[in-house]
């Protein structure tokens, strides 16, 4: 089925006191229903996650029978443009940048739980044989699970923004994942989720794969 995207709850501009009861979707508006019966019409993309509005990949690229109708939205370039502004960041800048996110994280995992790609049995945060981690709220705990996902989602992430969409602080999870996604796809020409048959780069290896991450002892 063609993906027309969803709606990102916080981007509603409505009174929190006041319940939704109802939202209705008519061509390219969204109409919200408050308990209190008054409508408010919005256009789709004013309300849709940013994920939804940078998404190329509408279309399902594995199908048997294609259903609906593709939307002609243009991608927004957003996470594109947040990535770059990140990339042009001194080491030292992106590490603060780093650390004032993840200092906020409470480490409820709701970013795990809600991402199609961790799907391990055991996750490595919760092994005892070896203890990766100590199950703190200490920020070196919190920050060796931040970067152990992180970097467990290259070549598996897909940019689906679940994990931002989860997360009750508020972090900007989706630089950071989508940095690796871009990254992945400029050293590897790899694209998560894409093919049943292409093994990701952590599973295989090329002889001509670039090698700049192997320093010498
Ligand atoms: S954006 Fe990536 S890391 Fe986050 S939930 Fe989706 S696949 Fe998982
Ligand atoms: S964080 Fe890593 S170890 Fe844990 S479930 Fe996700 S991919 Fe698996
Ligand atoms: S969802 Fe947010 S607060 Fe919870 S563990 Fe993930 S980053 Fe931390």
């Not at 443009?81 to 080491?91: A, G, H, M, R, T």
């Not at 996750?123 to 203890?131: D, H, M, S």
């Amino acid at each position: 089925v063609i993906c027309e995207g969803m709606v990102d709850r916080k981007k509603i501009p409505m009174n929190n006191d006041i319940e939704i009861v109802d939202a209705l979707e008519k061509d390219d508006k969204i109409i919200i229903i408050d308990e209190n019966k008054k409508e408010a019409v919005y256009k789709k993309e004013e309300l849709l996650f940013d994920s939804c509005l940078d998404c190329i990949y509408t279309r399902p690229s594995v199908h048997d029978i294609l259903i609906g109708t593709e939307p002609d939205n243009k991608r927004s370039e957003l996470t594109v443009s947040i990535v770059e502004d990140f990339e042009k960041k001194s080491l030292d800048e992106r590490w603060k940048y780093f650390q004032e996110q993840i200092s906020k994280c409470i480490r409820c995992y709701a970013c795990r739980q809600v991402c199609p790609n961790c799907y391990c049995k055991e996750c490595f945060a919760e092994q005892t044989r070896p203890k990766w981690i100590g199950p703190t709220n200490n920020i070196s705990d919190i920050m060796f699970f931040q970067i152990g996902r992180i970097f467990h989602m290259a070549g598996r992430c897909i940019d689906c923004g679940a994990c931002t969409h989860a997360c009750p602080m508020g972090i900007d999870l989706r630089t950071f994942t989508y940095k690796l996604v871009k990254d992945v796809k400029e050293l590897f020409d790899y694209e998560a989720g894409l093919s049943f048959e292409d093994l990701p780069p952590l599973a295989t290896f090329k002889p001509e794969d670039k090698q700049e991450y192997i320093t010498e002892p």
